[in-house]
Every structure is written in C-alpha cells, then in structure tokens.
C-alpha cells in the first residue's frame, strides 16, 4: 500500500476480522458541530471525542459522540481527564439503557495520510483502560478544505489497531519501538471499511439541518458592503446638487437592500429549492466524477485487438467489472426516461398543456362574468331607488311613505308616541295600591 510507505503507524495488511462499521449521521453531525466551535473560537488544543455504539459480535455500530477534555501528562504527551471522562460516560450510559451503549471507540482529527505518534499516548490509555479494541475514526477537515473530497467519499478514515512484529517495520528500516512498541511488537492501525446507517429520527435531523443552511446568510459580508455604502454617500455630500442626488441614490439603495423577513411560506419554499439545487449540484458531481474514471481507463480490448486489461501508464487506472457493470445498467435504464418517439412526445405535451391552460381561461371568464352580472344587478337596483320614475311604483311609494312616517318628529310619530304613553300609565295605575288590582281581589 502507498499509504503505508508514507505513515509507518499504517499496517501493510488489509483487515481480515470482517468487521462491519454502521455509522450514524448523528455522529458526523456531531464531530462537524465540534470541529466548528473548536475552529471559531481559537481553542487550543487537539480535537478528541468518544464514540459509543454497540457491538454485536464482529459489527459494531456508531450512534453517538461527545467531546472530551485533555490534560498533560507526566512525559509531556497529552491524555484525557480520566474523572471528567468518566463522569460524561456514565451520564450517557445513563440515559441510553435501551439499547445499552458501550465506548467503542474515539475521533480526532488527522491528515489525509493517517494517525501520527502524538495520537498514541490517546488511543494506548484508551486500550489498556476502557476497550482494548477500540476503534479510531479520523477525520480529514484539509480534504473538505482543499475540495479534495467534493463528489467522492466522506473525508473521514475508521482504523483498528493491531499489534505486529519486526517484520512490520517502514521502508526505511526504522522499527517503532521509541513510542508504539509493546515488547516485540510494534502498535498498528488497519483501515476498516464503513457503512451509513440512518433511523427515522435522523432523517428528520438531518433534514432540518439541510433546511436551515438553506436559509443562512453571510452577517459580515452585508455588513461591510452596507459600511462601504454610507462612507460613499458621506464623501459625494460636499459636491453640491450632483453630491446631493448621490447621496439620494445611496439612502435608496440601503433601503432597497435592507432585509424583510420572509413568511413560513416563503421560507418552506426557499427551502425546497435549497434542497433541489443541492441534490442537482450532487447528481453533476458525481456525473463528473464518473466520467474521470472512465476517461481514465485502458483501451477496451473489444474494439482494440492489441489493447490489453493491464494497465499500461500512471494516468489510466484498473478496471472495477462490478463498478462498469453498475455504470452500464444505469446507462441502460436512461432509454426508459427519453421518449422513443421525441417528435410526437412533444406533440402530445404540447396538447396537454394548451388543454390545461384552456380550462384555466374558461375558469377565469366565467367568473369574471358573474363579477359582471352581479355589478350590473346592484346599479340597477341603485338606480331604481333613486330614479324620479321610482315613484309611479306603488310598492316603492309605500316604502318611501312608511320611511317618512316612522322618522322622528313627524306628526304620526307623535301621534304614536303619546298613545304608547297613555297606554304604560292606565297599565301603572292598574298596578298601583287602590287600583284595579285591589278591586278584583276584593270581589
């Protein structure tokens, strides 16, 4: 291997345990949100974490992380806060019984090349202390950073350490037993391969994180071009009424660029795009990264009778059957999306959406002609009620006269008046003692 070339801690042998990795995305979120605040807020020191999960006979699963604390120690190398690591380990214990979850393994970060001496001293506390076969999962941020990583793998490498004798030594003859050697036997790390495994509660994570890096924005950036803008208007005021107009034109902008808040549903929508233009930025990358493989092969010895199956230069790579085998069934799925007949299959879209769009106009004018009639209906009636004709309608006439005869003030509304005041005072003295009501109790 070429990697064990360049890192003597990498073992030259592949991994023949079979183990299987499951690895959650709640981990990854984990060591990104981590690595995040590390990196912003200056902290000294490595990044270390714990990973627990379980461990089912030779799979072992990866669901969640936390960070942990660092001490010196006595040689000058750096290892963890055994009574503060403990603490947070029982508390996650504690509340993950079922399933029970065990340590069963930590992260840090490391180059793209693998673990260095310095991550020793951490990985042997771990195994003589808490899992003599604990795992190690490196992270490669410098791949994120460089874009070394865009449309491949995840930049991340689990290992397992394993013990090997002399015969393990780097190419240059060096042996390791300076820092990793164990008697005769010197401290190796076997890379593991991995699968993602995701539960329904992640999903629904993982999507809202999705959702909301959609919807960040850029504070330092609008903040600076926002400073820029003032200090342009300031210097254009002293150039009289073409300063005044810049001026003007500035106080415009900022108010043109001042931010509204969106609504639920322009948010939900911004989202969906969001989320639509990162699924199509994949689907080209990944296009893209299948073309340099296949850009990079060796002449095909079907069309070339002199090409062979080996490769013959550095720049072409070796052919991976179940991978072209892969490519060629989805190539072959493509006829099922593109129409045989293209002509005719844009006919009949064409037809579908011109029925679509009349049925939508006939909607539209049909209620617009109700709006119509409905106005019409009320200026009619408007106009009756205040039109001189009006009055040669008896029922309107009636109207109008009962109206004027019941508006305070007139002559039968006083008529109508005194007499409901006559009536409430016969009724009064009715009630009243030696009134009517005595007389009939009396009789």
Known sequence: METSSSNPLLSSHKSTDGFQILLHPLVLLTISDYITRHTLRQQPGSVVGALLGQQNGREISLEHAFECILVPGENGEVLLDQTKFEERLQQYKDVHKVPALDFVGWFTVTLPSGPQLVHLPIHRQITQTYNESAILLAFHPSSVAGGVAAG??????????????????????????????????????????????????????????????????????????????????????????????VQENGLVEEENNKTVPLSPEDEELVASLTTRANAIKMLHSRIVLLKQYLSKLPPSYLTDPAASSTVSSEDQTELNFPLLRSIQALVGRLSLLIPADKAAFEREVLAEKNDVSLVTLMGSLTKSAKDISEAGRRFQVSQSMFSPKSWLNPSLKAMETQRHMSAPGSKRANQSALSQSQMSDQFAGELSPGGGSQRMWAT
Do not use: W
């Not at 995840?154 to 037993?177: C, H, K, R, W």
């Not at 005021?237 to 073409?242: A, Q, S």
């Open 152 to 245: 491949g793998k995840l930049p991340l490498t689990i290992y397992e350490s394993v013990f090997e004798g002399e015969s393990a030594d780097n190419a240059t003859g060096q042996s390791m037993e300076t820092d990793s050697t164990v008697g005769t036997q010197n401290l190796r790390f076997r890379e593991l391969p991995y699968n993602i495994d995701t539960g329904e509660a992640e999903m629904i994570g993982v999507d809202f994180v999705a959702r909301g890096g959609g919807n960040a924005a850029l504070v330092n950036g609008s903040t600076e071009s926002k400073a820029q803008s003032q200090s342009d208007g300031k210097q254009e005021t002293g150039k009289g009424k073409k300063g005044k107009m």
